[in-house]
């Protein structure tokens, strides 16, 4: 069992297009972070959550931690913001757990 | 570029052999991460060192040791590979935690 489940796995969109990506967790945590993979392998830490909402330019990320359930928001999509979008949680033990990933595309 | 170095960027080697991954956290922070990331497993935490000391364990395999020295840099020490071990090993650095993570490019390790 993941403790960390994500979804879509998959998502294409047309350039302009509003996304949402879910992250479900089934653990007690600290922390939740919103991470970019590039196809070149680097990582960039989006937001890291504990309450609430976040805002960066187009992104928004938000946590209900009574629900155990964050959503990362792309407004205004761009070719650009295609990635793989990983959400991860810092358990109350400790310990982090990675989602599986959202591959996102973004056509033209 | 985020601040975090780390080298090398590939390493090839066979099996049965030992290999240092090395990081360099970025100035001032105190916190490094190591985590592993393979086709198969996905991202996966190792462990978390906090000025010097041991914070958190995670999934690292007892083949396989870190440390953060005096000067917060820190090394990934892998032995007895296994064609298994190959994978983007990643090392990330924060002021302090819970803190923002800033992830280093990464090392690729290809063990044969």
Redesign the interface.
Known sequence: KNEVEQSPQNLTAQEGEFITINCSYSVGI??L?W?QQHPG?????LF?L?SGKKKHGRLIATINIQEKHSSLHITASHPRDSAVY?C?V?SNG?????G??TSLTVIP | DSGVTQTPKHLITATGQRVTLRCSPRSGDLSVYWYQQSLDQGLQFLIQYYNGEERAKGNILERFSAQQFPDLHSELNLSSLELGDSALYFCASSAFFPDEQFFGPGTRLTVL
């Open positions: 600290s922390a972070h991470l392998g680097g990582i960039v830490s890291m504990s990983i991860a810092r400790n310990q982090f757990y990675f599986t990933g």
